[in-house]
């Protein structure tokens, strides 16, 4: 945050306009740049306190899986709203793809939608499940939501909103629980990564030979 210049080339320090960003190189030294990692992370910390606010002023004593769905999709607009709002600080290089606790929190969801809803939820159809085992499988999907207040138990009145609500909210524990076990993987990577070594400024006397 110390070298904070909104819209600056993080190599020649030269002015670069919104319209060129799109490009990820600068007009003045074509050098890569990216978005900072500390600028996502305040605008993630804006958007994530902007919902925490509506959620707050929204919340009733009858909220369900409908009314997280509507919390969450919120987020969607606001994180678009603040990068606009906010000018974007810069760094050297591409930004590479990374595995964020919003990637697995969503990945979670996707997951437990597809199979765990859709999956064994056809499964317990076409098996001909008794509907004690069909309610006690939407009630494994609702948990631990459900814990917290039997407004969000899934049941099979609910609408689909209000079940996908559901899913949403109890992945963000299931991909908190997937992203802090990836962390000391990706460490443990980090750490055998074999050093590679620059072979570019051979000899040329070697290529000829």
Known sequence: ???????????????IHRQQVKDWECPSCHSDFGLAPSYQRCVGS?????????AVATHKSTSGG???LSVFSSAI????????VVPPWLKRGHNQPKFTIV??????????FVVEFLGFGAAHLLLGASRRE????????????AWISPNFLITPSKSFFDVCGVILGNSVFFGSLIFAAYQPVRLAFRRSRP???????????????
């Open 1 to 15: 945050m110390s070298r904070f210049k909104p819209l600056t080339c993080p190599r020649c320090n030269e002015r």
């Open 46 to 54: 804006l958007t994530l306190a902007s919902v925490s606010l509506l």
């Open 66 to 68: 409908a009314w997280l």
């Open 77 to 84: 607009p606001s994180w678009f709203i603040f990068m606009i």
């Open 103 to 112: 990637v697995s929190w969503l990945s979670a969801a996707l997951s437990v």
């Open 134 to 145: 069909l309610l006690e499988h939407l009630e494994m999907l609702s948990m631990p939501l």
């Open 195 to 209: 050093t590679q070594l620059s072979l570019s400024n051979s000899n040329s006397t070697e290529d000829e030979d």
